[in-house]
């Protein structure tokens, strides 16, 4: 029997999984702190493939999940956010001397697309936008049955868009994107700003409230709490019912933790979708629903590329 | 020897014309008026194609580009702003049942996009945005060597997204769209607005002055159609810079009248994708480039979709 190795790379913990060749149940799996003081990274990661190599089955690929920017196409991770050693890393290569087998490598947003795609809410769907609402906001498309990559596999930044000209300033440096105002730190931001300017609230004990905090306050009926929450899905809904009009998918897919908020961020990003789509038709057959895969997600896409091998 | 039939409809003219089994220079062609009161416009497109039918060479298939909404992958014209009674007529059924040969219908944007790609600007790339800037804003996506259509085929309206909360209202009913900012109908309804405020210009002498009259009154020197053509091309900018995150294309190629209006329009627009862009990998190996086909653009387009039959 054949088997398949996923590797899930984040800041704080890498993730190995064991696949056998069909099926979506580990074999074996193991995970493990991406930094040390005595070992980068990298070694690490390549230490925790070869401690989880199996002994009976033949591996017929290797699928890696990594923050990007990456180049999915050439295999290098082009800088990885909280791996700040990770500048150009060959990463692909890499894996490849090591082990000689096929490797190959995605970003985890898209990956979590194709996770979703293949094992979870998305089944089924030839067309599918995933949007990953945490920290920042990624995302992840499948076109046409295809996992969109663009020329060089950077595509698919559905976070980084501008939706109005002068907004508040982006993780990236550039002003207005969706992730500025609607991602956790969007929100956080946004009530920082209000509690300075005096606006009555439950979390004015705090200096500097959480995306979790507030949504903790929001659950308590804290309004402006709920504030800050309508107004990310409202942002939302409006970025959502442009990317109906660009991709005319039949399934969103919402995952990360922002979307724990529930229905005090879906019921005005669902008002803002319906209001903002240019026609009824973009809507037939088009479902909004949650990501299925929790946690599993980045191994899962890891595997799905690998199988694709 | 195999022949198609390419057909481009337009609220002013049909034109038909017969194409070899290779290459795109047509062996017969005619255009005709879209309406007339004595016949609808579904039977005047019948009788132009039995009209022009080879008697040599076997047709092997029709492709017709219409303007949208469309659905086609089901072949029907949802509706056709400038043919009232198409309501959700079944052309490519019409046809086929009268000829019998395979028929495919496209959305004349994205068939440019698909005819740019095959014959024209875009030859020899895999990812490749198209965009229409005349009264409206239409486009056109080919994404990882495929035409982007979505799940009915309603896929890359660029034109219709917001790229501001509360702008202008769109032709379309929604507020702030690309198309209601920066199409010819945008540049105008801002110069018309500043002559409204008092703004001094050449152009005062004219009620309405369209797209037309401002890209003349720019090209002599007038600073509000000079700054109205800018303004527009801040916002293509602002828009394109979006699109390279969402695909990452090797090429934009635009076309329509308001690129007539040459470096006016593509220097602001230009300046405002490169400050826009949010990393410099997306301007690796992609280019900015006009539209080649020009009026010919509908007919390969159709030309293009039918040899994929």
């Given at each position: 029997m054949g088997a398949y190795i996923a590797v899930d790379v984040g800041g704080t913990q890498i993730r190995v999984a064991v696949f056998p060749q069909?099926?979506?149940?580990?074999?074996s799996q193991k995970k493990i702190l991406t930094q040390d003081k005595n070992e980068n990274p990298e070694d690490r990661l390549l230490d925790l493939i070869a401690d989880l190599w199996p002994a009976q089955e033949q591996v017929l690929g290797i699928g890696v999940a990594a923050p990007g920017p990456l180049n999915p196409k050439a295999g290098?991770?082009?800088?990885a956010p909280n791996i700040?050693?990770?500048?150009?890393?060959?990463l692909t290569d890499l894996i490849q001397k090591r082990f000689n087998v096929p490797v190959v490598l995605g970003n985890d947003a898209n990956l979590a697309a194709l996770g979703e795609w293949k094992f979870?809410?998305?089944?089924?769907?030839e067309n599918l936008i995933y949007l990953t609402i945490s920290t920042g906001i990624g995302g992840g498309v499948i076109c046409d049955g295809h996992l969109l990559l663009g020329q060089y596999g950077?595509?698919?930044?559905?976070?980084?868009?501008?939706?109005?000209?002068?907004?508040p300033i982006c993780?990236?440096?550039?002003?207005?994107h969706l992730e500025a105002v609607a991602s956790g730190t969007g929100i956080a931001n946004y009530v920082i700003e209000q509690l300075a300017k005096g606006?009555?609230?439950?979390?004015?004990?705090?200096v500097l409230p959480t995306a979790k905090d507030i949504n903790l306050a929001a659950q308590k009926g804290d309004p402006l709490a709920i504030a800050a929450l309508e107004r990310a899905g409202n942002f939302l809904g409006m970025a959502l019912a442009n990317y109906l009009h660009i991709f005319n998918p039949s399934i969103i897919i919402l995952g990360g933790g922002?979307?724990?908020?529930g229905d005090l961020l879906f019921k005005p990003l669902k008002a803002a979708l319906a209001e903002r789509v240019m026609g009824p038709e973009y809507l037939w057959n088009m479902t909004i629903t949650s990501a299925a895969?929790?946690?599993?997600v980045g191994l899962l896409g890891a595997l799905g590329l690998a199988r694709e091998l």
């Open positions: 069909e099926g979506i149940e580990p074999l290098v991770v082009i800088k700040p050693s990770w500048i150009n890393l060959q979870g809410a998305g089944r089924g769907h950077f595509a698919a930044e559905l976070g980084h868009v501008a939706i109005m000209p002068d907004g993780s990236c440096g550039q002003p207005g606006t009555p609230s439950s979390l004015s004990n705090k922002v979307t724990q908020s895969l929790g946690d599993r």
